[in-house]
């Protein structure tokens, strides 16, 4: 869906003095884990990644469709023809004299290897599926059982380096790919890595980094990135990170020298700072919007879009049952469920007829969310409109949750355990 995020800003009057002028002090709910961009999924970590490491283009203000170059000097399209005619083949110029922080200069073969790094890392759960699919045509490294399957050779020939240029050839078109690329096609420095212990980029050593341990990295607290600041410190103690800026930005030094990226779980803490002029911007989940209207030097951001799919249910057809209390005796039996329990299509027909989808976009999105059609947010290429969805109907869940498992579903009840992450008030 596209969800309209809320957010918080502290606003001085001229006759105010600003406590830390040169200073943006953001709070966020959730905490900073790693500091590699090949790691992390959550938003928080991914506030000061994006603040340390370019992109190849990145979007074009507060547009979701439309992008701008970055470390590529063109955004590939049809009409450069920097986009094959069959949607398969997308040709990136690198611009020159971009500097890292270190002070070396970005090269064609840096990005090469921050795209490849990116996927062959695949740490579980983990943000690689993001580019192994639409560049490699599977969503993991490894089966289902844990053993290697990729076909490495093939993939390092879809990534290559052409002169000044990077080119990546997909197996088939991939509609969504320039925006996935927006926002994860981030730019290290090979050099660097490599001589900091992390995978030389040789076929015969890659194995070796794939779903590392995060701690294992020299990048899960080391940065050194392209972009607009560079990392102070990470206090993971006091929970915050914090950021100076890198005046040899190539698009310019930022407005401001320093940026704290702070986490704050609770929202009166986070409330109570923003009064009292320690922070510049807090997060503030959409149910608790009212409780900050009409504080003084306070305004809300809202409208923001926001590409995501979440709150989102998934039916796992194969539970893994080991040491899982969350499906209880592990049974049909009223007091659980077997680990196949979603497997019978009308247990999910069920579910889904089950869902109030009004409800929550009234009640905890507060009308600013759109629903989406299927996995591919509106606004996104390949998004249909017209794909059929599921409605609220009481009658037909009860329906389909009668026939599910020859009505032993209804005969003899079920219960299990849905968790969610402490923190996201939206899901809970």
């Known amino acids: 869906m596209i969800i309209a995020l809320l957010l918080a800003v502290s606003v001085a009057s001229a006759a105010e003095t600003v406590k830390s002028p040169d200073m943006f002090t953001n709070l966020e709910i959730g905490e900073v884990g790693s500091l590699d961009p090949v790691f992390p999924y959550d938003g928080s970590s991914q506030s000061v990644i994006q603040n340390v490491y370019e992109t190849l283009i990145a ?63 695949d740490r579980s759960g983990g943000p690689s599926s993001l580019l192994l699919e639409p560049i490699a045509g599977v969503p993991s490294t490894r089966n289902s059982s844990g053993t290697i399957t990729l076909d490495f050779d093939s993939l390092a020939k879809a990534v290559r380096v052409d002169g000044r240029d990077v080119v990546i050839i997909l197996p088939r078109p991939f509609g969504p790919f320039l925006g996935i690329l ?11 890595c490599v001589a900091h212990g992390e995978w030389d980029g040789a076929a015969e050593t890659w194995k070796n980094f794939n779903d ?104 796992t057809v194969k539970i893994n049952p080991v040491a899982n209390p969350d499906i209880r005796s592990g049974k ?14 009308d247990v999910r027909r069920g579910f889904s007829h089950a869902f109030d989808y009004n409800a929550i976009m009234r009640d905890t999105f507060k009308g600013t969310a759109t629903r989406a059609a299927g996995p591919i947010p509106p606004s996104v290429p390949g998004y249909d409109a017209r794909q059929p969805r599921y409605t609220y109907d009481l009658k037909k869940a009860e329906a389909y949750l009668r026939k599910a498992r020859g009505g032993q579903v209804w005969e003899k009840g079920f219960r299990f355990t849905l968790t969610y992450n402490t923190g996201s008030e939206n899901r809970e």
């Open 59 to 121: 979007f074009k203000g507060s547009s979701l469709s439309q992008y701008e170059p970055r470390i590529a000097e063109k955004v590939p399209s049809l009409e450069n023809k920097l986009i094959s005619a069959d949607g398969r083949t997308y040709r990136f110029p690198i611009r020159k004299s971009v500097k890292f922080h270190d002070g070396t200069e970005v090269t064609p073969e840096d990005v090469r290897y921050s795209l490849l790094r990116f996927m062959i890392t």
């Open 182 to 192: 927006a926002r994860w096609s981030y730019v290290v420095p090979k050099a660097w």
């Open 212 to 315: 590392p341990a995060k701690e294992k990295s020299y990048l899960y607290q080391n940065m050194n990135g392209a972009g607009p600041f560079k990392l102070a410190r990470w206090d993971k103690t006091a929970r915050y990170v914090l950021l100076d800026r890198h005046d040899a930005y190539f698009r310019g030094p930022a407005k401001l020298k320093h940026i704290l990226v702070k986490s704050v779980p609770e929202l009166n803490t986070r409330k109570l700072m923003l009064r009292a002029g320690d922070a510049d911007l807090i997060e503030t989940p959409r149910p608790y919007a009212a409780q900050l209207i009409g504080i003084p030097g306070v305004a809300l951001l809202d409208g923001l879009l926001r590409l995501q799919t979440d709150p989102a249910l998934f039916f």
């Open 332 to 345: 049909l039996d009223g007091d659980g469920i077997p680990p196949d329990f979603f497997a019978d299509p």
